[in-house]
């Protein structure tokens, strides 16, 4: 029978040197990925998908689950007694918890990664960057500000076809599965490492024509090479180019011109992710993890899978 988070969590961080409260945080969020995925499935019948009519920090509409699914993580992570802040796509400023010694970890999460894909039922998930606070670090807005290669652990969650939960230490990516006989989730993937042969690029291609000239010689090069696999939610693209070989892009774009996706919740926890399973992650002008964050909600072009490629790609970017 498959290990349970539970039996893998206490064999491998609780006690140990570094990541000691560890399995408290990634059982907060297992806790919260249990909530979130029986709320998507039971949404449509529940009158709860659709929008809140508000707009958030971003100027993009609020799902009713980006607000469910924000409130449930802060509630759960709070409650694990380990988390001393919070930041969250779904709010504008650091969520303070606590400073007490036992709050030793920090949190920036996209609760809700594809959520306009709620409504057509395709796979959405959560995301999580997961930082150390020093023993007597204050704990404010800028406490949250540490760039990604400090990043302890990164977490995502893919509510698909199955509920999976990817956690990432140094050196170890392990992928569970959720048992919704029992509501607990289980050891299914371990070990993972992205494959040494890439078969999918995934992009927007409707935004070919606002690339500049680099970036449109790029796609051409990955188009003639693989094949095009775009979903709409990066976590499941992430996922599925992780476990099959693949890159995925969101370059710099007319109507983006400081990249769309947003560099604390979800650039970074993902490219912690691909470079401890051997792939690589890009802005196309520095590491993903090497950038120095200003703002808690900063937007950064991404490309990010296999190594060889995204470095080919980046290259062809640069070169114009
Ligand atoms: P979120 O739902 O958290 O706002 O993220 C949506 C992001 C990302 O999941 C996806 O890859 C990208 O938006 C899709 O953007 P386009 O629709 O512009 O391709
Ligand atoms: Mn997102
Ligand atoms: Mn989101």
Redesign the pocket.
């Known amino acids: 029978m498959f290990q349970t988070l539970a039996e893998y969590s206490a064999a491998s961080w609780k006690g140990s040197e570094g990541y000691d409260g560890l399995e408290a945080v990634v059982a907060g969020i297992a806790d919260g990925a249990q909530r979130i995925q029986a709320k998507i499935r039971a949404a449509m019948l529940a009158h709860a998908v659709g929008t809140t009519g508000e707009t958030n920090v971003q100027g993009?509409v609020v799902q009713i689950l980006d607000t469910f699914s924000s409130d449930t993580l802060v509630e759960t992570l709070s409650q694990c007694g380990r988390v001393a802040a919070i930041g969250s796509?779904e709010i504008e400023e650091t969520v303070i918890v606590g400073d007490s010694p036992a709050h030793r970890y920090l949190v920036q999460m996209?609760p809700?990664?594809?959520?306009?894909n709620i409504d057509v039922a395709i796979s959405v998930g959560s995301i999580f960057g997961i930082w150390k606070r020093q023993a007597d670090e204050k704990v404010n807005e800028s406490t949250l500000l540490k760039k990604g290669v400090e990043q302890v652990a990164a977490v995502y969650t893919v509510y698909g076809s199955c509920t999976m939960m990817v956690v990432a230490t140094r050196g170890s990516v392990q992928g569970f599965t959720l048992d919704p006989s029992e509501g607990i989730f289980r050891l299914t993937n371990p070990n993972i490492q992205i494959p040494p042969k890439n078969s999918y690029y995934s992009t927007?291609e409707g935004n070919f024509k606002g690339l500049d000239s680099g970036t449109q010689k790029a796609i051409e090069e990955l188009r003639n090479a693989y094949s095009l696999r775009y979903v709409?939610?990066?976590?499941a693209?992430f996922h599925r180019n992780l476990l099959k070989g693949g890159i995925f892009l969101?370059p710099i774009t007319k109507k983006s011109p400081e990249g769309?996706?947003r560099l604390m919740y979800?650039a970074n926890p993902l490219a912690f992710v691909a470079e401890q399973a051997g792939g690589a992650a890009s802005s196309g002008k520095e590491r993903i993890l090497d950038i120095e964050p200003q703002k808690l909600h900063q937007r950064t072009a991404l490309i990010i899978g296999n190594k060889d490629v995204v470095e080919r790609t980046v290259a062809a970017i640069n070169k114009g």
């Not at 709409?232 to 976590?235: A, H, I």
């Open positions: 993009e796509e996209d809700l990664d594809g959520s306009s927007n709409g939610s990066l976590v693209d969101y769309k996706l979800e």
